[in-house]
């Protein structure tokens, strides 16, 4: 397996982030950060920490992907964790943008659910994937059309423990 970002490399990145979120909320709370699990875990975890305003923390669920297989299938939405949101602004954090089909689901949703205003955020952005018009307020590193894992991503269920983003060998873009 080939090393894409090192762990270093996704810390400076954060650091950077965070700061430009920073700015971009600023004199605009309530904010709620609501992570798309499970790919959101170490990157909600990470950037939340690096946060200098009051937020609060929550999550969904969504899964469209079985092993490689990079065509999603339905789209599952489960929000029984969600706070009441209404009069909050939302940033959404996933780990990857590929077809856009989760975040514009996703955003669509929480619009639903009468947040003042949602913006999102991926950690990753993959080049020549994208399905559906979607753009991302705040993207961590654009990265080629290659299957990764690591810091969140899984390959069915596995590696996300990864302090690292790597390639999986053999995985089809
Ligand atoms: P989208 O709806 O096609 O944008 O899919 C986004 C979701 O697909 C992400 O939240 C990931 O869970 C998953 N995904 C897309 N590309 C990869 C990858 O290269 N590795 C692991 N998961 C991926
Ligand atoms: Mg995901």
Avoid: W
Avoid at 1 to 27: F, H, K, S, T
Avoid at 74 to 101: A, M, Q, S, Y
Avoid at 134 to 145: K, Q
């Amino acid at each position: 397996m080939d090393v894409l970002i090192p762990a270093e490399q996704i810390r400076e990145r954060l650091d950077a982030l965070a700061a430009e979120i920073g700015r971009a909320y600023e004199g605009k709370p309530p904010v709620t950060v609501v992570g798309i699990l499970n790919g959101c875990l170490m990157f909600v975890a990470d950037l939340v920490r690096r946060i200098d305003f009051p937020v609060r923390v929550a999550f969904v669920t969504a899964s469209s992907y079985r092993g490689t297989a990079t065509s999603p299938g339905r789209l599952e939405i489960h929000d029984g964790l969600l706070p009441d949101l209404t009069g909050r602004h939302v940033l959404l954090l996933d780990d990857i943008l590929d077809t856009g089909k989760t975040l514009t689901r996703i955003v669509a949703h929480l619009l639903d659910r009468g947040v003042a205003s949602v913006k999102v955020g991926v950690l990753l952005r993959k080049v020549g994937r994208q399905e559906v018009p979607f753009e991302p307020d705040f993207v961590g590193f654009t990265i080629p059309d290659k299957f990764v894992i690591g810091y969140g991503l899984d390959f069915n269920d596995e590696y996300r423990h990864l302090p690292y983003i790597g390639v999986l060998e053999g995985g089809e873009g």
